[in-house]
């Protein structure tokens, strides 16, 4: 099995953060998030999901992306919409700071992509293993496992996230592999168990996926924040820029601001349809923006 996953105090300094991230690919920072924000989060984030079915969300895929995320979780993003507490978490100074280091070098901006509550629900089976960094494939492909970081993500606990629960899980190291494999279903994984506040802090070429939730009435509930690089700015060991989107002038600045600066695009709850038993294909995106988290 592989080597836990490093833990650190957000206190830590932000270049030993950066080391265990680009020695695993991952960490987990603890009391990232402030426990006054978290708890308004969890309880406006619990609220509403009792109005949301479980296993609608299909993440832009389609059937495939019912079987994604999963029969009994619930998912559900614009979340500034249900509490001002979200726009609180926008201002948090550690994950700025690993976000600036992560991406910046790499790109001229960068935004909130992803801001999406995930509750993992009784039952629930282990998620496919896969690489958010896949929904740019055209950027990490050509030089993989040597290309930029495209993007960073946060997976926070607004309660205890227990093994037993679905922390999680990540393969440490996977994010210098030389295979760039869409999906991954056997291989061994490491669960990020975090406290409420606690953050698992993920590269984007890094295998993760929603563990399995083996209690028979218990919940776990975690939500994730993700940010990008700006496609039309993307540096690449190729050239200069990668124009894939459209130009930099709607993109957020690189940091995100609770006085209403843009935090770019807006996050929408995906339709509610019903949801096949089956594998994945191995597939690539043509289009950005699906977004693959755990």
Known sequence: MPDPLRRLSADAPVAAMLEAYEADGAL???????GGIVADL??????????VEPGVADQG????GKFFVGANTIRFS???????????LLDNEVYAALADAVLLPNCG????????????GPGEQAQVLHRDADNWFQHVAPT?????????????GLEEVTEELGATRAVPGSHRWPELNVYEYDLETVPAELAPGDAFVYSGKVLHGGGENRTADRWRRAMHQGCNACSATVRTTRG???AAGSGCATCAPSRTRHDGSPV?????????????????????????????CA
């Open 28 to 34: 987990v920072v603890e009391g990232m998030v402030p």
């Open 42 to 51: 969890c309880a406006a984030a619990t609220t509403y999901a009792e109005g």
């Open 61 to 64: 895929m389609g059937e495939d």
């Open 78 to 88: 614009s979340l500034g919409r249900i509490t001002p507490a979200y726009f609180d």
């Open 109 to 120: 901006s960068y935004w909130v992509n992803t801001a999406q509550v995930m509750f993992i």
């Open 144 to 156: 993989w496992p040597d290309c930029p970081e495209v993007t960073i993500s946060a997976m926070i």
């Open 240 to 242: 200069p820029t990668s």
């Open 264 to 292: 770019g695009r807006r996050s929408r709850r995906p339709p509610r349809r019903p949801r096949p038993r089956r594998r994945l294909r191995q597939r690539r995106p043509n289009a950005i923006g699906w977004s693959r």
